[in-house]
């Protein structure tokens, strides 16, 4: 398994490089994947390196991870590749993972209708023919929804959870 976290300018690190180390530790193959530049600044102007650049073809990857922050999450879900790649990502029945505005880019992109989900406060009223149900992370089939940044832990850990990764012995050596 494989995952691909998408890296836009002003990226909410909390969850971009967050979520890339614990699913590295978790023992699960990560690239965080830029929409267009090798250095991307974060929200909080931390310099990330992307792994690679996106050149449309995420298809060796299982699991599209689309985290948030200002303006990344709405660079993300304007995106026609992105749009595109996650439809592809749907039909295959790969899993995809949205935290805070990447959960608006799942909904926006149409793969969100009847599923239980969870996202950043407010979203509830903006998202219709969704099961609403809160709390930290998400599982509803090969669809994980998280908050925000305060629930990366969580978040990371239903993605590994939902991949086949033990998670216990990854909680056991952080002291979860």
Do not use: W
Request: net charge negative; proline share 2%; aromatic share 8%.
């Amino acid at each position: 398994m494989k995952a691909a976290i998408i890296l836009a300018t002003g990226n909410e690190e909390g969850e971009t490089l967050f979520l890339a180390d614990l699913i590295r530790r978790g023992n699960m193959d990560c690239d965080l994947i830029s929409l267009d530049d090798e250095y991307v600044t974060g929200m909080h102007h931390i310099i990330a390196k992307a792994d690679k650049i996106l050149d449309d073809n995420l298809e060796e990857y299982d699991v599209l991870v689309l985290p948030g922050g200002s303006p990344a999450g709405d660079i993300i879900r304007k995106d026609k590749r992105i749009r595109e790649i996650i439809l592809e990502f749907n039909k295959k029945g790969k899993y995809l993972a949205g935290i805070c505005f990447g959960v608006l880019a799942l909904y926006e992109a149409g793969v969100l209708e009847g599923k239980k989900v969870t996202g950043y406060r407010g979203y509830e009223d903006k998202m219709e023919n969704v099961q609403f149900i809160g709390g930290k992370a998400v599982i509803d089939g090969h669809i994980i929804t998280g908050q925000a940044p305060g629930a990366a832990y969580e978040f990371a850990f239903k993605i590994l959870e939902a991949t086949g990764h033990d998670i216990e012995e990854l909680k056991n050596k952080l002291m979860f």
